[in-house]
């Protein structure tokens, strides 16, 4: 990535390629890593960087972020009582930090997770054959350049496994937070969950406190074996930079029910790829965005349906005011073979300035016979005979319409795994709300 | 009371009551009855000072003052309480909480302290109680995914915290069960006393045999085409509305 743009077209590639360089040169890590590093470069430089025509871009303008140099972060530092700030009371034994993208085994705490959760470094796990072979075949797969570039860059990262039969009691917390910079830094945090047959595990992401100058790229992929649970939510709070991928692989009988929240930033990006590959796998999508000022939240989302009998609801509800933006660019395939789909995409707006913008682009592939698809939007101001109910029972109407958009994002609010996690959205996307009475 | 004169009002142009006339007394129940389309919401609604619904010509005496041009809070905080055939449902706000605002509405209009959740809290459940109503109501967002019956009850929880002078029960016995309608008529009973006033708009005399009216108005085409006293409802109830509004 480079100040200069009129030169070649692949100049920000060239960046990366040298970004790429001196990561290499420094580093100890293994060969494998190596290896899939090569690999994510090679694929990085075969996407390309998006251009405005791009479709997965639609929505998102990159130029901006595409021009911007940035460095490779060295791990700053952050004081304890900063982290203990941002940990959830029912985690505070059970949380993994990552300061500026690297996993900090000081400022964390397992000590409640129990012997059927491991920890490893990806450094040491990628040895392995079963995590080789899938990281490697992530890239083959790859169609973001973002998640590419995470690939290429990631200098370690932390591989978690939820052993058969296990349950884990505690609500994992994963923290990724960033100490302030004065230029701009690239941050590429990266985990690999295994959630092994018939295990359990609730796991709160939160992404936080981002300088404006940092630029935050995670990658986190979840294998969801056999009849495994995972409850998991992901806060995006950082001010920064922000673009994180999510990517789930669903066996036979498993659930995936994830809540999100979005605070917005600069230019803040999610973008799930789900799939679901044997029958029976259950997947449950809520995300709330709550945007003003000029905050951006973009969602891209990809659900896979490859096998029958597997329920997918999406739900997503964007707040936005100001001359904030959001947009939802959505697609469920089902692909051939997969009959008996379920599933549901819903996508709600609350617009509540002239100025600011909700673009929704819903998908449906459908390449089964006997399948039920839904997918619905609106776009609208507050209900207006909620704001009248409201005012007969003696609520103003500036009280009545504070209350319901509040209500918009509290029934979403609401979906978050744990009250700790609900609270935590609720000081900081209400707040926002409450500024802007 | 309630004076209403010559009430013309209608919405988009549409003129929906053409002259309506009607005197409530403080201690008194009035029954408005008449078939599917006479008028009998939109009157509640133009009563309740809803945005959509204009008076065209007539007026609108609540306390001896005219209620034209004032907006559907300051009515519900001068003591005019609205219970609606369909409430509204409101996902994400919770019902304790709501009614809070709603009560501490009307006490900061009084001139009062507001009540602290825990006060509140106590009063709630005092109300709860004489309705016969369980602790989920408390828990569960405002009229958000209850049942008819529930939403009803709902409504009749809300009066009796508000107090209001003059309640206007518009279709208040639509869709209830006979359980759910004994439910929420008893409600209704215990929280009328003599200083207030009641309406009950309603389609079937069911609700009549519960609520005992002083008067009874029979609403046709947007005028009040009979009045008399409970025996009128009977006599609707066994011949229909057709011999009156074929006359």
Redesign the interface.
């Known amino acids: 990535m480079t100040t200069t743009t009129t030169e070649t077209a692949n100049r920000p590639e060239l960046a990366i390629r040298d970004l790429f360089n001196k990561s290499q040169s420094g580093n100890k890590t293994s060969p494998a890593l190596k290896k899939f590093n090569q690999a994510a470069l090679e694929k990085l430089e075969a996407l390309k960087f998006p251009d405005r025509k791009h479709e997965m871009y639609t929505f998102v303008g990159t130029r901006e972020l595409v021009a911007t140099e940035f460095a490779l972060a060295a791990s700053g530092t952050i004081a304890k009582e900063q982290v203990d700030a941002l940990i959830y009371s029912n985690s505070k034994n059970s949380c993994l930090v990552f300061v500026d993208g690297a996993f900090c085994e000081e400022l964390s705490d397992i000590s409640a997770l129990g012997a059927g959760v491991r920890l490893t470094p990806l450094s040491e796990a990628i040895e392995q054959a079963e995590v080789s072979d899938y990281l490697l075949a992530t890239v083959k797969d790859e169609n973001d350049v973002f998640s590419a570039m995470n690939g290429a860059l990631v200098s370690d990262g932390l591989v978690l496994e939820i052993t058969e039969n296990t349950t884990v009691d505690v609500p994992l917390q994963i923290l990724y937070i960033s100490s302030e910079s004065k230029t701009p830094v690239l941050h590429c945090p990266r985990i690999l969950i295994f959630a092994r047959r018939s295990s359990e595990l609730n796991v709160a992401v939160k992404f936080s406190g981002g300088a404006t100058s940092c630029f935050v790229n995670a990658v986190q992929d979840i294998l969801v074996e056999e009849n495994a649970h995972i409850t998991y939510s992901q806060f995006q709070d950082d001010s920064a930079w922000h673009f994180s991928k999510l990517r789930t692989t669903q066996k036979r009988a498993s659930r995936f029910i994830s809540s999100n929240a979005m605070s917005g930033a600069h230019l803040a990006r999610c973008h799930y790829e789900m799939w679901l590959t044997e029958p029976g796998a259950e997947l449950q999508l809520n995300s709330l965005s709550v945007l003003h000022k000029e905050e951006q939240a973009h969602n891209y989302v990809q659900i896979h349906h490859q096998a029958e009998h597997c329920t997918s609801t999406q739900l997503f509800r964007n707040l936005v005011d100001d001359k904030g933006r959001s947009s939802i660019d959505g697609t469920v395939v089902v692909h051939p073979g997969a009959q008996l789909t379920s599933s549901e995409q819903l996508i709600n707006n609350l617009m509540l300035s002239d100025d600011c913008r909700a673009d929704n682009k819903p998908n449906l592939k459908i390449y089964a016979d006997d399948v039920k698809c839904t997918h619905g939007a609106t776009v609208g101001q507050l209900n207006e005979d909620q704001v009248f109910y409201l005012k007969t029972r003696g609520l103003s109407e500036a009280t009545a319409r504070t209350l319901l958009t509040r209500s918009f994002a509290e029934s979403m609010i609401q979906t978050a795994p744990s009250p700790q996690v609900a609270e935590d959205w609720r000081n900081v996307l209400l707040k926002k709300l409450g500024a802007n009475e | 009371m309630l004076e209403i004169k010559d009430l013309h009002a209608g919405s988009e142009g549409n003129e929906i009551l053409k002259g309506i006339s009607l005197s409530v007394k403080k201690g008194e129940i009035h029954a408005i009855m008449g078939p599917n389309g006479s008028g009998k919401s939109t009157l509640a609604k133009v009563l309740?000072?809803?945005?959509a619904y204009k008076i065209t010509s007539g007026e609108i005496l609540f306390e001896g003052k005219d209620l034209q041009g004032v907006?559907?809070?300051d009515?519900?905080?001068n003591g005019i309480?609205?219970g609606?055939q369909y409430?509204?449902e409101?996902?994400?706000?919770n019902n304790a909480e709501?009614l809070r605002?709603?009560y501490n509405?009307?006490l900061v209009?009084q001139g009062k302290e507001e009540l602290d959740p825990m006060d509140f809290d106590d009063l709630l459940q005092s109300k709860m109680d004489m309705l016969g109503m369980e602790v989920k109501y408390k828990e569960r967002?405002l009229n958000d995914g209850f049942s008819g019956g529930e939403k009803k009850k709902n409504e009749t929880l809300?009066m009796a915290l508000?107090e209001p002078k003059l309640a206007i029960l518009d279709e208040t016995d639509s869709g209830l069960d006979i359980d759910a309608l004994r439910v929420v008529a008893d409600g209704v009973n215990k929280l009328y006393t003599k200083d207030k006033a009641l309406i009950l708009i309603t389609h079937y005399q069911r609700l009549l045999d519960y609520i005992k009216p002083d008067y009874v108005h029979v609403l046709s085409k947007g005028c009040i085409i009979k009045s008399g006293e409970k025996g009128l409802a009977l006599e609707l109830e066994a011949q229909g509305y057709d011999w009156l509004t074929k006359v």
Do not use: T
């Open positions: 309740s000072g809803h945005p907006s559907a809070e009515r519900a905080l309480f609205m609606y409430p509204v409101v996902p994400g706000v709501f605002m709603a509405a009307r209009k967002n809300q508000l």
